[in-house]
């Protein structure tokens, strides 16, 4: 089986070092009108008329953590060079040199924190696998004790709300932030049960799984199990959405190359479109991938092989 395919290649953005664009002072210079406040406008945002499906009612929202944009109306999303060349009716060449002049070295601002600090192992899970959570595993082609090993998985048999799945635990800078549980029975309502965002350091979907193993490339996919697959090098975003918190632990990583490989089906492809035109804002270079099997976690370990050798150069 060939391991992939390049489906679409995103054309490369500009992204100098830490310092930002000043979104405010290019709207205040170009007497573009803007709101920071008021209907429809969220903390944390500049709300303007887009200039893609010309909605007059202040539906597009420039993100001051990461200037990324989003129309609300339209759903048009991308970063700053985008957004620049469609106000002013310019290229991308001359966009960034515009950015150029609105530089700032003000600090990337940080998510919003929780109140907890140290998140408490709930007393049923174990790191002892009971016989049904390892068969689970192995029956997925996974050594139980590599993932014990390598991921510090553990486990929560019959007791309390994660009952019957195997507990895969989130790390962030080597913190211990969240855990998430997979259901080992495909029974259940749900396949993969997080941790309530209260009892958790950061949210989940303000998390990206295995992110303190990449360096200057990465490999993005859906599920835990993906990763597991995969190796170093590469991060779940828990699901096909994304969220901005998320954009900004890529943002912080300052990366030269991004692949998003997410599952081969129609939720999947147009997600991974999205995602990788909102990664093109930061990122040199993106691509998307796509193989020939349900999901990356099927993958043969020869596929992977290939795939690690072609991207990390391995």
Not at 239 to 249: H, I, K, S, W
Not at 251 to 269: H, I, R
Request: glycine share 4%; aromatic share 12%; with cysteine.
């Amino acid at each position: 089986m060939d391991y992939a395919k390049i489906v679409k290649k995103v054309n490369p953005v500009f992204c100098e070092g830490r310092k930002m664009f000043d979104v405010i002072s290019f709207l205040e210079s170009n007497n573009i009108e803007f709101k920071t406040s008021g209907k429809n406008v969220t903390s944390g945002w500049v709300e303007l008329s887009c200039p893609f499906c010309f909605d007059p009612s202040f539906h597009l929202g420039v993100n001051l953590k990461n200037r990324l944009f989003h129309c609300w109306v339209c759903g048009v999303k991308g970063g700053a060079n985008k957004l620049i060349k469609e106000l002013l009716n310019i290229n991308y060449y001359e966009a960034e040199k515009i950015i150029k002049t609105f530089d700032t070295d003000k600090e990337f601002e940080e998510a919003e924190k929780s109140s907890i600090t140290k998140l408490e192992i709930p007393k049923e899970f174990s790191y002892e696998l009971p016989q049904l959570h390892r068969f689970y595993l192995l029956k997925r082609n996974f050594d139980p004790e590599y993932l014990q090993n390598k991921y510090k998985i553990m486990a929560c048999y019959q007791q309390g709300r994660f009952s019957y799945r195997v507990m895969v635990p989130v790390f962030i800078n080597k913190k211990l932030v969240n855990f998430t549980g997979r259901d080992i029975t495909d029974l259940q309502k749900t396949r993969y049960l997080h941790m309530h965002n209260e009892e958790s350091v950061i949210p989940m979907k303000n998390c990206l799984y295995n992110i303190d193993s990449v360096k200057d490339k990465i490999i993005i996919v859906e599920g835990v199990t993906d990763v597991w697959r995969i190796g170093d090098g590469t991060v779940a975003t828990l699901g096909v959405e994304y969220t901005t918190q998320q954009l900004n632990l890529l943002l912080e990583k300052e990366l030269s190359e991004a692949y998003v490989l997410y599952d081969n089906d129609k939720a999947g492809k147009e997600k991974a479109n999205k995602l990788a035109n909102a990664l093109s804002s930061f990122v040199p270079h993106v691509e998307i991938l796509s193989i020939d099997a349900k999901d990356p976690a099927e993958l043969y370990d020869s596929d992977v092989l290939e795939l690690r050798k072609d991207i990390f150069k391995l």
